[in-house]
């Protein structure tokens, strides 16, 4: 099999041979200086083996429990790994690696060592059950996989139904006892800056998993755009937040973005607001990513920590709430950065520093991009009228192998899904999704999902799932449902349908409220109307 394009390095050609049509990829603007990139681009090479080969491998670089890393020691964790890869397993360029862990510094090893041999790295949910395994490897036809061994039990028992799977190796386990035995060098791939290095799943409305690609140079044009203009970090920043690196809020916020200008960062496996505060104070963070929720709820315990490194905190994932970010600002005298980005962009596109910052506004385009407000007819629409936001920048959507591609680009636009105005001050306001999507707790979840998931209980005879609000949460997922005959819509059966949804798929995903129905709202063909449920709820 050769390489698909003179500048790409992927014998494996199965992410460039899915790709959309060329009528349905978004348009690409690269109008800053920075954004101009060669032809031939490694990532992991710019983001981590530069600051080696200039002298400054000894600089902390990343810290967990118990593990406390320089760039030139992550570094040479990542080539062994990557020797193992290619050596033991079997690796070629373009192969899928699922990558499945907590965040820790293990796990930041295998993901550059993915990248560093031309792999592309399918990022994964800790949470995802089996049946959720099942569909990102099937979908992104997934031949390696690298875990952490105390979350192998899912794995294990997707694997059955994967054949593309070849194989497996655990990490906290046989991982490092292979790579100790490897050299610490390592020649990168030579891979084309759009060959893709990344796969990030996102759940669409209909619950089926929509893998979203991304280039060599979409995580360099990330890295370029919103963290210098907006963030402004410096080098001496230790980084530090809760979004796991199966997100690419995460992924950006905790590895790409303090690698990118030589900073540190902290990866815990577990990022609770009453785990991350006192993270904050042991590791000394000064900038912190989380979602919305976690500040209100870190708000009232902020008193017994001493946080007094935390500089920048960064909201995204949700809509931050205006009584949030004064709540914030009043206890630790932080104004919160907030922004929005999206999975199919990689990261944030719109935001406000902290000298900008507007309660209920997200804030300004992020140099690099452009936005519009777009009304029913794809044109513009002026200040203060409510649309769809549409987004163009040096990153877009790039679904894998997918028909709804075609719903998220128009015209070269990336539509969000989200429904925005511009304010007299030149600001976007958010106003609500324009799908279904559940945005609850910083986490995407997909009423329809949840529905497949009750359905496969043998007392639901049907359910419709939809959003809520909640002061907490933003949002929390209510499930409908109509019990089949011979059982009881009581409290015992709202605990049985919780903890039977929490099996299934991801525990956050679970619908925190239920209410029995002898019916659900349908069209006459059948479909059900979530939008009447929304009304009731």
């Known amino acids: 099999m050769s390489p698909a394009s003179p500048h790409s390095a992927h014998f494996d050609t199965f992410a460039r041979d899915r790709l959309p049509p060329p009528q349905e990829m978004p348009e690409f603007t690269f109008e800053l200086p920075e954004l101009q990139f060669p032809d031939h681009l490694n990532c992991a090479t710019e983001l981590l083996d530069a600051w080696v080969a200039r002298g400054e491998g000894h600089r902390l670089c990343v810290q967990g429990h118990g593990v406390r890393w320089s760039y ?14 290619v050596e033991d397993l079997g690796l070629v360029a373009g192969n899928r690696v699922l990558l499945r862990g907590a965040n820790s510094p293990m796990l930041a090893a295998c993901w550059f060592a993915v990248v560093k041999a031309g792999g592309i790295a399918v990022g994964s949910m800790p ?20 875990c952490d061994a105390r979350l192998a039990d899912e794995l294990t028992l997707a694997r059955p139904s994967c054949p593309s799977l070849r194989q497996v190796l655990l990490f906290n386990g046989e991982l490092e006892a292979r790579a100790a035995g490897k050299a610490d060098s390592f020649d990168n791939v030579d ?19 929509k893998g979203t690609m991304h280039f060599h140079r979409d995580v360099m ?13 410096r080098p001496d920043d230790i980084f530090i937040g809760s979004p796991p690196l199966g997100f690419t809020f995460g992924l950006g916020g905790l590895l790409l973005f303090p690698l990118s200008i030589g900073a540190s960062t902290v990866l815990v496996e577990k990022a609770s607001p009453d785990a991350l505060l006192p993270a904050i104070a042991q590791f000394r963070a000064s900038v912190c990513f989380t979602a919305p929720t976690s500040y209100r709820a870190m708000a009232t315990q902020v008193a017994a920590h001493d946080i007094a490194s935390l500089r920048k905190c960064v909201s995204a994932g949700e809509a931050l709430p205006a009584a949030t ?9 932080i104004q919160i950065i907030d922004g929005i980005g999206s999975t199919e962009l990689f990261h944030i596109f719109i935001s406000a520093d902290e000298q900008h910052a507007k309660p209920g ?13 777009l009304g ?20 877009g959507c790039k679904y894998l192998d997918d028909p709804r591609q075609a719903n998220y680009v128009r015209e070269g636009w990336n539509l969000t899904g989200d429904a925005y105005l511009v304010d007299d001050d030149g600001q976007f306001v958010y106003q609500a999704r324009t799908d279904d999507m559940i945005v609850s707790g910083g986490y995407n979840i997909a009423g329809p999902e949840v529905e497949g998931a009750l359905l496969l209980h043998p007392a639901v005879a049907e359910c419709g799932v939809v959003g809520v609000p909640d002061e907490a949460r933003g949002m929390v997922v209510k499930a409908f449902v109509v019990l089949r005959p011979g059982y009881a819509g009581d409290e015992a059966m709202v605990r049985t349908l919780q ?8 525990p956050y995903k679970y619908p925190r409220r239920i209410e029995f129905r002898d019916s659900l709202p349908r069209t006459e063909t059948g479909k059900l109307q979530r939008f009447r449920l929304r009304a009731t709820a």
Not at 132 to 144: C, G, M, N, R, Y
Not at 191 to 209: E, H, M, N, Y
Not at 223 to 232: G, K, Q, S, Y
Not at 325 to 333: N, Q
């Open 361 to 373: 506004a997200t804030g300004f385009v992020v140099p690099g991009y452009r936005a519009a407000i």
């Open 127 to 146: 949470l995802l059950r089996a049946r959720e395994l099942v569909a990102i490897v099937d979908k992104a036809q997934v031949s390696h996989a690298l």
């Open 221 to 233: 044009a990330a890295c370029a755009c919103w963290p210098p203009h907006v963030l402004r970090a």
């Open 72 to 85: 030139a020691e992550l570094q040479a964790q990542a080539n062994r790994i990557a020797q193992v890869l």
């Open 325 to 333: 970010r004064k709540l914030w600002k009043d206890v630790t005298g």
């Open 376 to 395: 029913e007819d794809g044109r513009p629409l002026p200040p203060g009228l409510v649309g769809r936001l549409a987004v163009k920048g040096p990153t």
């Open 191 to 209: 891979t084309g800056a759009q060959d893709t290095c990344v796969i990030a799943f996102t759940s669409g409305t209909t619950g089926v998993p």
């Open 499 to 506: 903890d039977f949804a929490k099996q299934t798929i991801a």
